[in-house]
Structures are given as structure tokens and as C-alpha cells.
């Protein structure tokens, strides 16, 4: 196949898969709609770890910006990979650490602690995790092949689909993130 | 280009990424699960039409715990329709149907070497054979296969307490299911990217064949739908397994007051359904691409009406997402919610007329062949018009009062699906067997198939509609305990004899299917003379298709009998004559 | 042994088939021809077999609808199932003549174009865009006017007045039914799912003064011609409440109350006439429940207001019930 045409349909590919993955949360999301209609829906206060989890991702998100600026200058994007990688990770700790303040604030995801509100929004961050997972084991495979100096600036699509799908984790965190917020009132 | 690598029998058979072998995975794997479901349905209804009464095939097959006595255990009566279900709407009718057909005829029909993507192609299949896997380990645990139903309902399908089913067996058949979607939404990406983007020159989007538009389109569908059905899948884990309570509330079972408060079962129903409904289409969109293609080439004569029968498809998929609250009537859903959903379904049947008036024009003034895919269209004809027809009464929520949940439903939804749409797919495995093995499949078998398949398989659903107007409830082990029912034993002692002989029948398909496989007459490159791409490959079948060039497009898939040609088809890559308009 | 008897059985039948079908193969090569080729005779004897099936097909049709018909169910037995019958009879007899005409319209198609010779040519025709106006304006109006007619008749059924409507609640559970009636004021006692216990089976809350004089009973009954409210609870899982002669049917759903508002118009005494002795009004579980969902009954009776304030009368308060000690 054509270098551009699998480009093309790689990216192609990615975006299908992410409409996917989109409707999935958007499933999630109206549950919690439907629900939080009803009696019993409790007021939780968003952890402030979740904060700074929103502020990691985004940062990370522009470091991959960079990364693709740089690559297409024929400049190696390693430092600007690894840099978002590690902020991925941090994300990923800054979510764990939400959740331990949620529980030591006495929200649970199940038993008597818990509540319909708190149950959800330990679902819906641990199956943003979930995909964020996959996205941070794309970092990683793209900082390798970077290392290795395989991107070169007339193809650099391993950047372009790890952009993709990480800017898209980044969108949907941002966006659960908003819901949450409105919705735990 | 041709074989560039060497093939083991694993590379050649098992993890091939080749289009053509992941398509005849998916088809025997759906043959023998239909097969397992079939018999299914053979069980129960054993026991519905004579019930209490002793079976030796009940007890040679469930064996003594799940039939003693040969008398068929309530608990796997409701197993039995559970897995019967499942597994012939997703198996059989979802990856049977659509990982067949899209796998083997989107690049031999667009001009394509394989697949955007062959590796997961490979892993569509693979998730598949994993979720198969599950799915009939499922049927081997203790306490019994899921027994909620196929559409398993919270709190039943999440309490064990509440039916034995739903211990281990609904914990396997929800993880079968999962994988299933991964499966689905793998093989989806790959039908639309592929479709979009590697069609050969000249094939532009209005001369795709009829059979691809209906591909497409139900591939954007699974992907908004399925995922939806994950996440309902995914909360009911965690009510089952952690203590959740997203759809449980106020429950007391086996005496004991449970913990949950808040949730909804109702919630539940919208998730579910949200892909449910759309999951139907996913169904029958690619039987009526399939009956569109084998329909013109057996009428010798141009489908009617090609841009309508691809508006018509679109209008059905966008309103499938806006129906799904008519499986829902009778939740006690605010009631103007079940006008709307009233409104939007009976809108559905304007685009399937539609479609059923094209289909009637084509059939007149053709020249008809009735070869034995033919055969099967014209029942897929009759069959969409029987049941179509009767999802008026059912989409009309004041009637579906009386007969939501009756055997008035069963006899619906088997005649679109169990009927219409298996009828595409035979259709489309006659039709299109002699490119996916070089060998024609024999044509007495076939006849024999379709005549005792038609005639019993509406002997089995017709008279349901009685049923269901006599007030008989679905999933009923028994009707003995209400004398109202005793008037109805010899319509379903009927519906099981047809049962049978319809069930028996497949056997012969499935003789017909692998015989021809080895001692089929051999086929030439074009035996229907027809008009699309596929047809234009070499006997053989190799990878990446062609031989040489992959032939360019200059006229859309239908001209047959078109005035002034020598022949009475015009294959796709004939480029058009001086003066030649175009249809 | 059965066993390995009936494996070799069908392996035989197999092995007879296979044998049949290269006997096929090889008289058709002796005569020269494709033994899988359709031919003009194929094209023939199965139109005419098509022809005949179909026509069949529909005779069987009325057949099923005369042998069968008897036992649907009778006229409905309430106000508004008598509106729904006059909707189901409308819209049956349009989906029965569309049914009719378009399976003749097939079946004759079927026939006359068979492809009789190699003479025989297709009319290549395709597309009218007037005749697609056409059919899909005209199911646009017929439809219309269904939708029209079905939500009104929806409308009527689901805003009924309740202003006057005796409350009855019915709770449904694993695998039986309870009424609960409200009392002399008219008010159902609250009720809490933690709360039941042996003989308190719904939960009520004996606290609440309105409780003590609801009355639980194992049948309902109910006033002809006067209108009732039915409100459903379960205890466990999703049931439903169907009764088929009322054209009545409500999920019971645990977690949430459901309901449905009806006024009877038949005497139990005058069904019995109309329908035999053994005749029953009857409640049947309709939303599959569990193990014995097949057999989950509640008798319905429906008759004379001094019918049934006698047989109310005999009924036991909950206070009587749960809170005299024995």
C-alpha cells in the first residue's frame, strides 16, 4: 500500500475507533443525566487532585504539539515525547490520588459509603484511566522509536496517530471532567 | 502481487489476514454456533408443545441433571431461550451475517487488494473465536447458562439469588459479550475505512453494488451502537460483582432485604435498547444489500430505484437511533416520551415500503432465473413484507399494550430476523459460493432446502400471531397452568412439528455446504453472469486478488439487459461505448 | 449403545447422499449436461412451484385466521380496551389488505416473468423517480393517519381522569401477587422494602396511621363501571402485570412505583355467560421473573358494588393482622 494512502487509512482508522470510544462514555454519561434527575443524588466535591490531573494532561497535550512541530523541522522530538509521557504518568498517579482523597473523605465506590454519585464518578474516571492506559503504552512505543530515530520528517505518522489518540484522551478528560463538575452538584 | 511470503498452515488458515480466509472463518464458525442454537429451539419447543412430557433427545443432550427424567428443567428452559437468542442474534445474524459478507465482498467488489488494515481484520476474528469460546464454556457451569433472557434485565440478570443463571453463567456470557463487541467495533473500523478509501479508479460512491452502501452503513451503525451496549454491560458488572447500585433498588430476595438504593432497571432498558434497536439493522441492512445484488443478476435487469434504495437505507439507519423506546412501552416511561417513540417508529416503515415497491419493480418485466439464491430473495420478500407489516401493530403503543411480551413479538422479530435476514444470508452464501471455493453448490439440494425451509419456517411463525392475540406470553416454560391457554396446545404441537422439519433441513444445507466444498462442480470465473467487480478475479483466488493491474470502473453495477448491448449484463469495468449514456 | 447406533445412522445417511449426488454427477456427464445449471425447465416447474406454494401460502393464512380465530381473546372487558380493539381492527384490516395485495402482486411477478427462453429479454428500467413520489407519499398518508389514530387513542388511555379512581396497589414478587386496598381513608399506609418480614410480605410501614386500615388480600376485586387505579411495586425483580381481557399491562419494577388506570365494564357473572362457566378474569406475570414465571396468578373478579363491599368486609385489616397480638 502507498505510504500516503496508509497514512490516510491508519489515521482513518483512529478516528472511527475513537467515535467508538466516544459513545461508549457517551453511554456512561447518560446514565448519569438519567439518574441525577432522580431522588438521591448527593453533592460531591470534585477532589482537588482532579484539578491538577486536568492541568497534566493538557500540558502533555502540548508537549506532543511540540514534539510534531519539531519532527517536521527534522529536529528529534525525544525530549518533547518523553516529556509528555511523564506527564502522562503523572495523570495517571494525580487520578489515583483523587481517588484516595475521595475515600479518606468517606466517598466510596460501593457500600454503605457510597452513594449513586460517588459510584459513578469512580466508574467514569477509572474507565477514562482504562483508555488512558493504552494511550500512555503508545507514548512509550513512540519515545522508542524516536530514540531510535525512526521518525523522519517526510513520515512521522507513529507521532501523528500516538497526537491523535492522546489530544482525544485529552478532549474527553476535559470534557468528562466539565460534566462531572455540573453534574456531582 | 501475488504470494510474497511462505505459508505454513498456520499463516494460510488460522492467523491469516487474508480477507477471504477471515470471511469463511467467520461463516463456519456462525454455521456450527447456528446450528447449536437451532437445536436450542428444538428443546424447548419439545416441551411446549407437549409439556411434562418425557424426551430421550431432551436427556441425551442436557443429560440427567438438566433433564431427568427427559422432562426438561424450568431453570434451562430459560437458559435454553436465553442462549438461544444470543446466540443467534449476535453469532449467527451479526457476525455470521455482516464478518462474512464485508469481509469477502468489500475488496473483491471495490477493487481492493485486502482489507485497510489485514492485522485487525485477524484480530476481529480472533476476539470472535474468543468470545465463542466464553460463550460455550457458559453452557457447561454448574449452577447453568445465562437465563435472564437475551435482553437479560436487571435486577434478575444481576441477582443468582433471583434465578440460578445468573451466577457464573451470566459472569461468562457478559465477558463473551464484551469481547464480541471488541470483535464488532475491530471489524467495523476496517469495513468503513476500507470502503472510503481503496476503492479502484472509477468506482466512485454512486456505482458502488448495492451490497456495499448496505455494509457501510450498517459498520457506522455498530460503531454508535455497540460501545453504547458496553457501557450498560459494564455497570451491571459492578452491580453484580461489587455491590454497585446503578440499577438496583429496594430489593428483597431470598429473604434477605438487600443493601442497594437508587438505582434503576429502567435505566438499564434505555442503554441496552439504545443498541438493541439499531442492533436489528445491523441485522437486515446487509441481507437487503445481499437480496439487491442476487435480485438484479437473477432478473437480468438493473435494480429499481438506486438512489432510493441507498436513501432508503440511510433514513433507516439514522432513524433506528430514535426508535428504541418502543421495546419500552410498558415500563411506565412518561407517556408523551411514548408518543415520540410511536411516532419515530411508525415513521420506519415509509423507507422499508419504499423498498419493498423497488423490489417489486424489479422483479417486473425481468427475465427471472431461479437459481437458488434467487429462491431465497423472493422469500426474503415475502418474509420483510410479513413481518414489517406487523411491527405496525407493535410500534403503535396503544396496541402494544395487549400484546407487548406475547408470542404476537416472537412471531415479529423471528420473521425479520430468524427469516428474512438467515434468508439473505443463504441467499448470499449460494450466491457467492462458487468465488469463496471455486465449486458450485448443488442445485436439487438447494431447492430441496429452500422449499421445506420456506414453507416450515412460516408454518413455525404464523401462527404465533394467534398466540400472541390469545393472550400468550412469551418465555413461559409451560402453558398448562392457565385454562385460557388450553385452547392453544394444537397450535403449538404444529409450530413444533415445523419446528423440526425446518430444523432438519439445515442439516442437508450443511451437507450440500461442505460437500460441494471438495466434489462441487467446478465453476467458471463469471457462472451468474454478472456484473461486479468480484467476478472479474481469477478461479483460483490468490492473495491481493488480481493477477496483474486491478481493473478500473466505468459504469455503475447494474446495467443488465441494457438496450443496444451484446450481452444481457455489462460488466462493471466495460468502458462505456461512443454515444452510450449512462442509466 | 443407542448411542453409537444412532452415530452409525447417520453416518450412513450421509454416506447414502454423498453416493446419490455423485450418481447425479456422473449420469449428467454421460448425458453431457451441467447438473447444476438451471435451465429453462428449472425456470418453469419452479415459478410454478413459487405459484403455487404462494397461493397456498395466503389460503393457509385465512384458514388460520378462521380455525384460530375463536380463540383470540373476547371483546375487551374495560372502556378504554374497547378504544384499542376499534385501533387493532383498523389498523389489521390495513396491514391484511397491503399483506394481501403485495404477496399477489409478488407471487403473479413470480410467474409471469420467469425467464421462458433464451429469446426472453428483460425490460431494463432503472429508475421513476414519479412512481417513488408516489409510494412514498401514499404509505407517508396512510401512516399519518395510523399515527394520528394511535396517539390519541394513547393519549385517552395514559391521561385517564383519576380524580375518582379507587386506588388499589398490587405487588408483585417471586412468584405471587398481593393486593393491598387503602381503607376508609382512602390512603395507602407508606411503606419501606426494609421492612418486610413474615406476615408483613409488602413491607408496610405500621407506624404511618393510614396503614392500619389498608387491607392485603390474595385476589383482587373490583366495581363494575367504576374506575380504578392500579399501582405496582415488586419486591424483587421485573415482573409484569398483564391482563389480557382489560387490555391492561404495566411493568412492576422494584425501586419505582408504575401504574395504570381502567374502568371495567363486564361482570365476572356476565363473562361466565357470555364465555362459559369456567371463564376467570386473570393476572398474569408477563416480564420474565425467575424459575416459575410460567405460573405467577392472581384471580381478578370484577362485579356488584354489594358483592363487593361484602366480600371487602370479610377481609382483614393490617392492623388485625400485624399488630394483634396472638
Known sequence: MDINLKNNTSKQLLWIGMAGISMFFAGLTSAVIVRSAEHGWDAIVMPEWFWYSTAAIIMSSIFLIIAKMQVRKGISPTPYIVSSLILGLLFSYFQIMGWNQLTSEGKYFVGPGSNPASSFLYVITFAHLMHVLGGIISLLVTTIKSVQVKYTKENYLGIELTSIYWHFLDVLWVYLFIFLLVSLK | MSDHHKETFISKYVFCLDHKMIAKQFLITGMIMGIIGMLMSILFRLQLSNPGESFAVLEWFLGDKWAPGGVLDPNMYLSLVTMHGTILVFWVLTAGLTGTFANFLIPLQIGARDMASGFINMLSYWFFFAATIVMLISLFVETGPASAGW????????????????????????????????????????????????????????????????????????????????????????????????????????????????????????????????????????????????????????????????????????????????????????????????????????????????????????????????????????????????????????????????????????????????????????????????????????????????????????????????????????????????????????????????????????????????????????????????????????????????????????????????????????????????? | MTNILIILVALLVVATLVQLLRVGELLSEVKNQDVNKVTEKDNKSQSIIMTIVGILFLVSCVWQYFSWGHLMLPGASSEHGVTIDNLMAFTMTLIIVVFFITHSILFFFIYKYRKADDNDVAFYYPHNNKLELIWTIAPTIVLTAVILYGLSTWDKITNADTSESAIIEVYAKQFNWAARYPGEDNSLGSYDYKLVQGPNALGVNMEDKTSLDDKVTREIHVVVGKPVLLKFRSQDVIHSAYLPHFRVQMNCVPGMITQFAFTPTQTTSEMKDQEGEDFEFVLLCNKICGVAHYNMQMKFIVETQEEYNAWLAGQKTLSEKLLTQN
Open chain 2, 151 to 583: 435482553t437479560i434485565y436487571p435486577p434478575l440478570s444481576a441477582l443468582p439469588e433471583a434465578i440460578p443463571g445468573s451466577g457464573l453463567g451470566q459472569d461468562l456470557w457478559l465477558v463473551g459479550m464484551a469481547l464480541f463487541i471488541v470483535s464488532s467495533l475491530l471489524g467495523g473500523l476496517n469495513y468503513i475505512v476500507t470502503i472510503l478509501n481503496l476503492r479502484t479508479k472509477g468506482l466512485s460512491m454512486s456505482k458502488l453494488p448495492l451490497t456495499i452502501w448496505a455494509i457501510l452503513i450498517t459498520a457506522i451503525l455498530g460503531v454508535l451502537s455497540f460501545p453504547v451496549l458496553l457501557s450498560a454491560a459494564l455497570l451491571l458488572i459492578f452491580d453484580r460483582s461489587f455491590g454497585t447500585s446503578f440499577y438496583l433498588s429496594d430489593i428483597v430476595i431470598g429473604g434477605e432485604a438487600l443493601h442497594h438504593t437508587g438505582g434503576s432497571p429502567i435505566l438499564f432498558e434505555h442503554l441496552f435498547w439504545f443498541l438493541g434497536h439499531p442492533e436489528v439493522y445491523i441485522i437486515l441492512l446487509p441481507a437487503l444489500g445481499i437480496v439487491s445484488e442476487v435480485m438484479s443478476v437473477n432478473t437480468r435487469k438493473p435494480i429499481f430505484g438506486y438512489k432510493a434504495m441507498v436513501g432508503a437505507m440511510l433514513v433507516i439507519a439514522f432513524l433506528s437511533f430514535i426508535v428504541w423506546g418502543h421495546h419500552m412501552f410498558i415500563t411506565g416511561m412518561d407517556p408523551f416520551l411514548g408518543s415520540v417513540f410511536t411516532f419515530t417508529t411508525l415513521l420506519i416503515a415509509i423507507p422499508s415500503a419504499v423498498k419493498v415497491f423497488n423490489y417489486l419493480t424489479t422483479l417486473w418485466k425481468g427475465s427471472i432465473r431461479f437459481t437458488t439464491p434467487m429462491l431465497f430473495t423472493i422469500g426474503f420478500v415475502s418474509t420483510f413484507i410479513t413481518g414489517g407489516l406487523t411491527g405496525l401493530i407493535l410500534g403503535d403503543s396503544a396496541l402494544d399494550i395487549n400484546v407487548h411480551d406475547t408470542y404476537f413479538v416472537v412471531g415479529h422479530f423471528h420473521i425479520v430476523m430468524g427469516l428474512s435476514a438467515i434468508y439473505g444470508m443463504f441467499a448470499g452464501v449460494y450466491h457467492w459460493f462458487p468465488k469463496m471455493y471455486g465449486r458450485m453448490m448443488n442445485k436439487k439440494l438447494g431447492y430441496i432446502h429452500f422449499w421445506v425451509t420456506f414453507i416450515s419456517a412460516y408454518g413455525v411463525f404464523f401462527p404465533m400471531h394467534f398466540l400472541g392475540l390469545a393472550g400468550l406470553p412469551r418465555r413461559y416454560y409451560t402453558n398448562s397452568e392457565f385454562p385460557m391457554f388450553d385452547g392453544l396446545s394444537d397450535i403449538n404441537e404444529i409450530i413444533t412439528f415445523f419446528a423440526i422439519l425446518g430444523g432438519l433441513v439445515q442439516l442437508l444445507f450443511v451437507f450440500n455446504f461442505f460437500y460441494s466444498i471438495f466434489k462441487g462442480t467446478k465453476a467458471t470465473e463469471n457462472p451468474w453472469e454478472a456484473n461486479t467487480l468480484e467476478w472479474t478475479t481469477p478461479i483460483e483466488r490468490i492473495h491481493g486478488n488480481w493477477p496483474g493491474e486491478i481493473p478500473s470502473v466505468h459504469r455503475w453495477p447494474y446495467d443488465y439487459s441494457k438496450p443496444g448491448a451484446e450481452k444481457d449484463f455489462i460488466p462493471q469495468t466495460e468502458p462505456l461505448k461512443e454515444g452510450e449514456t449512462e442509466h
